[in-house]
């Protein structure tokens, strides 16, 4: 069984960091882009950042260039985002997503993504 499961949601405070996990079954992460996804109450999913499968390629919209980094653990088939000074336009719904397309590189096109979690809830607020 193919599953994501998007784990490490918490309320946090604007300017603190928070780790969330995707943790992947029933296929190898390390052979497939990973995309980072978040959705808040009225717009359309959003893509954040997205990894190679072999790492040397990566992609971070403009909004959390610089506070956001992605990076995986081969070893627990789990890929995380790092986010730092998070801020409260960050509150939102985070979904992590794997492709085999392109899977030396990456883009955000939602479309092209094989398997998705069922996300995890991200609030930034004071």
């Known amino acids: 069984q193919v599953q994501l499961v998007e784990s490490g949601g918490a309320l946090v405070q604007p300017g603190e960091s928070l780790r969330i996990s995707c943790a992947a079954s029933?296929?190898?992460?390390?052979?497939?882009?990973i995309g980072w996804f978040r959705q808040v109450p009225g717009k359309e999913r959003e893509g954040i950042s997205c990894?190679?499968?072999?790492?040397?390629?990566?992609y971070y919209r403009d909004f959390v260039k610089d506070r956001f980094t992605m990076f995986r653990d081969n070893g627990k088939n789990t890929v995380y985002l790092e986010m730092n000074n998070l801020k409260p336009e960050d509150t939102a719904v985070y979904y992590c997503?794997?492709?085999?397309?392109?899977?030396?590189?990456?883009?955000?096109?939602?479309?092209?993504?094989?398997?998705w979690g069922q996300g995890t809830q991200v609030t930034v607020s004071s």
């Open positions: 997503a794997a492709t085999s397309i392109a899977a030396m590189s990456c883009d955000l096109g939602s479309g092209q993504y094989d398997y």
């Open positions: 029933g296929f190898t992460v390390a052979y497939y882009a």
């Open positions: 990894l190679s499968s072999d790492n040397h390629y990566s």
